[in-house]
């Protein structure tokens, strides 16, 4: 058997799969433990979270899910390293919009029909398309799930 | 448009982007980098690399795609914690086997038609994989793409 809606659900399995771990683990890390850095001279463990929240909250303008709520994270946790940044978020607002960013997501993910998983993304030309047709927007949330991954692996350095 | 080919088209391109990037980092990784921790008190690269053969090399009994040739390796880097298994196995050797490996899955990964990725795996039951059927062998590929993410994160940084 495999049909879309059984791609698309592999997809949305693998992505909540690496937000549940992350989002467990977040929960179990102090702010003292999040201030830290995952390893000497590397990045803090807020500061990958502030950029995990950048990163997943313009998944929405990619896969045409929603205006962005998170876009003034972009210069401090995507634009720029770890600690060059203008306005750093303190821990307790950057848990509130970890859950918010993920359960909008999710609501969006939940109201999307299997053939729109396989269209055309936003970052990308319909010539490209055209020519590779697996860049639709379902390897963007598997390619997200891997990128969670890599962090949720640093993360973890912080327990 | 989507086919089954199109969905194993895209889970393949998952694999090959993680293989890709963590074989790239362990090439520029010189052995004395790849023998510290990634972090205080946490896991030697060397040990990471070593995990991940095994890992890798154990999806040939779980996908059905041939006889496992590093199982030699599960006692040290898989059954037990870094620094506690019997036989360490030395970084020019560990780079051998990392190609080894994946070459031969590359290989194996090829021959298999696209129905066969639908099919249940082998480390799950018939009745299990009739209620979810999203538990197939291209589960199984997303799931394992997403723990060399994971590790690759950690590996980065020994940079």
Redesign the interface.
């Known amino acids: 058997?495999?049909t879309?809606d059984?791609?698309v659900?592999?997809g949305i399995?693998?992505w909540k799969?690496?937000t549940g771990r992350a989002t467990a683990l977040i929960d179990k890390l102090s702010d003292e433990q999040l201030s830290k850095e995952?390893?000497?001279g590397?990045n803090r463990g807020s500061y990958i979270i502030g950029h995990l929240i950048a990163v997943h909250d313009a998944m929405n303008t990619i896969l045409g899910t929603g205006e962005r709520q998170f876009a003034r994270l972009d210069d401090t946790y995507l634009k720029n390293p770890d600690r060059l940044g203008e306005e750093e978020i303190s821990l307790p607002l950057l848990r509130q919009y970890w859950q918010q960013v993920h359960q909008q997501l999710a609501s969006a993910f939940g109201n999307l029909v299997?053939?729109e998983w396989?269209k055309r993304h936003n970052a990308m030309t319909e010539e490209d398309f055209t020519n590779d047709?697996?860049r639709?927007k379902?390897?963007v949330l598997?390619?997200r799930?891997?990128?969670l991954?890599?962090?949720?692996?640093?993360l973890?350095?912080l327990k």
Chains 1, 2 share one sequence.
């Open positions: 058997m495999s879309p059984l791609y659900q592999m399995t693998q799969l690496q995952i390893a000497p590397k299997p053939e396989f047709p697996g639709n379902l390897s598997l390619n799930a891997g990128h991954a890599y962090h949720l692996g640093q973890q350095l």
